[in-house]
């Protein structure tokens, strides 16, 4: 065997790339209507069932376009920025796993940019945003945070956020209001009349928007208490709330609904260890539905939020601005999840004292 032949034989065959006709193969389309389902240009075109069929054939076969190529057609990056303000949840990960599978679904990749500043003012982390971004989706801030980003006269889409600021290309909500309003009525039903409201001590549109949804929701019930509590979104700052609002002067709340699971959690530590059973003496919810929920004993009664779906509806929001179509910004739908942190206030006269019977 020569020098040749036996390099030849120590090679290993290249791997084949998939192409957009295997995809057409796969899918029983034409290669035109891959072009135009990957480029996001098939509607109107292309039924909404063959073009199901493309992008899970592209996802099955592993086919990536030809971004270098492509790129240079169209004068983009193919990167699009998500903001977010922290990752101590789930929550954000959830988010940016939704709006990741939709842009791969158009060429797209996704830099997830956690804000140093949280809510506050987001610096650009680039040299330059618009050299090195197409666009900027940001969840659960608000639009003055990103001015650092604008300045680079990029697409915007905010999730999360005020519906009214016109600063943005397109905004898609959680029906935050609706998920308070079904808690709230959901502790009434049972009876609930002293609520705490646990409230994030955060300066934004969200939070706001829940404090007014609460006291909205007990505005028309008949002998309702309602108290308010900061709280910082955190375990202990959760405990130290709660502990303050059970050890009120006055009559106990037999109800705390709080902000987000972070927060329920803490206030479940305060309420055993004043000695109180949760659900029998004090009822504790939550929201998100955070994996936390359901470790924590008992499991919290929350408000479920479809994170994935949420950041697939912003991503597709964003690629419908790029493309210069109108976007849909929808406000996606909630759900109340009943578990054993709630029940009927105990019936006795006992409840009505401070813990420790004082």
């Not at 040749?4 to 957009?20: D, I, K, L, M």
């Not at 959680?174 to 009349?193: K, M």
Request: overall charge neutral; aromatic content about 4%.
């Amino acid at each position: 065997m020569t020098s040749n032949e036996t390099a030849a034989a120590g090679r290993r065959p290249a791997a084949v790339r998939t192409t957009s006709r295997d995809v057409a193969r796969a899918a029983g389309v034409s290669q035109a209507a891959v072009s135009l389902v990957l480029g996001d240009k098939w509607r109107g075109r292309v039924s909404p069932a063959k073009a199901e069929a493309v992008r899970t054939a592209a996802r099955e076969l592993g086919y990536r376009p030809n971004l270098a190529a492509r790129s240079l057609r169209m004068g983009r990056t193919r990167t699009v920025l998500l903001v977010v303000p922290a990752l101590t949840t789930e929550f954000f990960a959830r988010v940016y796993t939704g709006a990741a599978r939709v842009a791969a679904d158009h060429g797209f990749g996704v830099v997830l940019y956690p804000s140093p500043e949280g809510i506050g003012p987001a610096r650009d982390p680039f040299d330059s945003a618009a050299a090195t971004l197409d666009g900027v989706i940001a969840s659960s801030m608000a639009a003055e945070a990103l001015t650092a980003l604008r300045d680079a006269d990029l697409p915007l889409v905010m999730l999360d956020s005020d519906p009214g600021d016109d600063r943005a290309g397109a905004t898609v909500n959680l029906d935050i209001a609706d998920g308070v309003r079904q808690l709230t009525t959901h502790l009434t039903t049972l009876g609930h009349r002293r609520v705490t409201h646990l409230a994030a001590d955060v300066d934004s549109w969200t939070f706001a928007l829940r404090a007014r949804a609460v006291a909205e929701a007990l505005e028309g019930v008949p002998g309702a208490r309602l108290r308010r509590q900061p709280a910082a979104l955190a375990v202990d700052a959760g405990l130290h709330a709660a502990h303050a609002a059970l050890t009120a002067p006055g009559p106990r709340p037999t109800a705390l609904l709080c902000d987000d699971d972070i927060i329920a959690a803490g206030a479940c530590k305060a309420a055993r260890r004043l000695g109180l059973r949760i659900p029998e003496d004090v009822s504790v919810t939550g929201f998100d539905d955070l994996a936390l929920a359901v470790a924590v004993e008992p499991e919290l009664t929350t408000v479920r939020l479809p994170a994935e779906e949420f950041g697939a509806a912003g991503m597709r929001a964003l690629m419908s601005v790029l493309d210069g179509r109108p976007a849909q910004a929808p406000t996606l739908p909630v759900e109340l999840v009943t578990r054993g942190s709630t029940a009927p206030p105990a019936d006795t006269p006992g409840n009505a004292a401070r813990p420790g019977g004082q």
